[in-house]
């Protein structure tokens, strides 16, 4: 895996990086390429963590135009509102312009605020970020389609650090069964299996806050977990180490790139969800590569 580096935005001749990303590399952009007043970004530095009204857990939800993680009446919530929606929106403009073909398809995911040092951070194993694992989203499956994460590095001077791996066919081939895939394919299409999503979407459409799952999301749920425990695939799996500097922004499948943050403190993220069907290469995505693995339909 590599990372490709946009020069200069926009570009003199339009390119189409969706191959680039579907085989598992990094798009990497220098400079941001889009507009983040330093206003902004001393702003988002300058908060305090100290388990007052503002939490570890800063999320812009776009759909509903609302800021998680401050507490409403804190004296930082307006402002902070402000510069993560508008964060939020000049990513997204960005990445139309650069991927239009997703962007004709994608459903706008959450952006959030990273505040905390990567390195040495004591956080439970599911959480950790140094273990280099695939993401999946336990409240919001994605039933096939595959999560796109743009970051931007606002430290004045630390690089953010990332460890990632082979991409996720390489992983899968050599994982996917030990993990469990076949038991979890054939027991979430079993009779017990399709009752407890049905009575799921039942309770989901009585305001019940639960999930019903494909077996897709509850494998990448489950493989999530499955690599941050194993330690052969930590140890031994091949490794890249890549350096992000300040004011730089890349993005990259982060269900395809195994990855984990070795160090860096303040960076903001903006994930969409991209449909499998925009893809350059459907059978690139981690549903096609699973079904391949197991000859069962996964997101039925
Ligand atoms: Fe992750």
Known sequence: MKVVTIERWPEAQPRDYRSDLEAGNIVF??????????ESRDFLRSLEFGGGAIHKNIAYRTQSDK????????????RLHDVMRSYSQNVVRFVSELLPQYAAQWKL?????????????DLPLNKRNDLIHTDAFP?????GDLILRVFTNIHPEKKRVWITADPFRIVAEKYACDAGLTNIAESVDSTAGRLKNASARLLQSVG????????????MLHFH??????????????????EFPPDSTWMCFTDVVPHSVKAGQHAVEQTFI???VSLADPSSAPLAILEQICGKPLAA
């Open 29 to 38: 952009v220098p400079r941001t390429p889009f507009a983040f007043p330093k």
């Open 67 to 78: 800021v998680t993680g401050i507490d409403a009446g804190a004296a930082e919530a307006k």
């Open 109 to 121: 995911d959450y952006a959030s605020f990273r505040p905390v040092e990567e390195h040495g951070r």
């Open 139 to 143: 409240s919001r499956p994605t039933k």
């Open 208 to 219: 019940v806050p639960v999930v019903p799952r494909s077996a897709y999301d509850s494998f």
């Open 225 to 242: 977990e499955y690599l941050k425990r194993n330690t052969d695939f930590q140890a031994n799996t091949r490794k890249y180490e890549f």
């Open 274 to 276: 991209i449909s499998r």
